[in-house]
């Protein structure tokens, strides 16, 4: 599984935009790149994956060049309820019983 | 639809006791998994059930042992509990064998054992 890295930690004020960037130069052919946050004392929540160029829902977008090497997690105006702990994770939809490796993570803490 | 439920919620045990967490899913998924957060170190991956019938070791499966009962349950056991092994363990499941795919992880809401 490829390896990821991430920022530990952020800061942000309410109203901003908040750009986390993930590295897995590693990144074989057949893997999507996920995203999930994590609230305290609750589990992890899906919140995106794309495999290239851009994926966009109601919570979040993501941007992922060319290369895939990287990608961009973009949460649009924040507000203090996303402080959080956000895990980018690689990993490939065609490996049968492998499992999904979360690093530290990154922790955001909005500000108002 | 209660998605993943792990009981209990939260345990104390003393040094030398066994334990199972259990952990439930109703969403009909394949693989299944077990992970534990301590402060400061992310999830960390203990064990996993690709499918029914089948289970791996993930990056720390010392000290524990798991069941898949069936498709629905998979349960984590402590033999002998030791103090390294406070932490909140976390259930997930997925509904691609694969581990992760385009729907990706389900989550439950934790057990925070405490070991003395």
């Known amino acids: 599984l490829a390896k990821t890295t991430q920022p530990i930690s952020m800061d942000s004020y309410e109203g901003q935009e908040v750009n986390i960037t993930c590295s897995h130069n590693?990144?074989?052919?057949?893997?999507?790149i996920t995203w999930y946050q994590q609230f305290p004392s609750q589990g992890p929540r899906f919140i995106i994956q794309?495999?290239?160029t851009k994926v966009t829902n109601e919570v979040a977008s993501l941007f992922i060049p060319a290369d895939r090497k990287s990608s961009t997690l973009s949460l649009p105006r924040v507000s203090l309820s996303d402080t959080a702990v956000y895990y980018c994770?690689?990993?490939?939809?065609?490996?049968?019983?492998?499992?999904?490796?979360f690093g530290k993570g990154t922790t955001l803490s909005v500000s108002s | 639809n209660a998605g993943v439920t792990q009981t209990p919620k939260f345990q104390v045990l003393k040094t030398g006791q066994s334990m199972t967490l259990q952990c439930a899913q109703d969403?009909?998924?394949?693989?299944m998994y077990w992970y534990r957060q301590d402060p400061g170190m992310g999830l960390r991956l203990i064990y996993y059930?690709?499918?029914?019938?089948?289970?791996d070791k993930g990056e720390v499966p010392n000290g524990y042992n798991v069941s898949r009962l069936n498709k629905r349950e998979f349960s984590l056991r402590l033999e002998s509990a030791a103090p390294s092994q406070t932490s909140v363990y976390f259930c997930?499941?997925?509904?691609?064998?694969?581990?992760?795919?385009?729907?990706?992880?389900?989550f439950g809401s934790g057990t925070r054992l405490t070991v003395v």
């Open positions: 997930a499941s997925s509904d691609r064998g694969q581990g992760v795919g385009l729907y990706g992880y389900t």
């Open positions: 590693n990144i074989a052919t057949n893997d999507y």
């Open positions: 794309g495999y290239k």
């Open positions: 994770l690689v990993g490939g939809s065609n490996q049968a019983g492998t499992a999904l490796i």
């Open positions: 969403m009909n998924h394949n693989s």
């Open positions: 059930s690709a499918s029914e019938g089948t289970t």
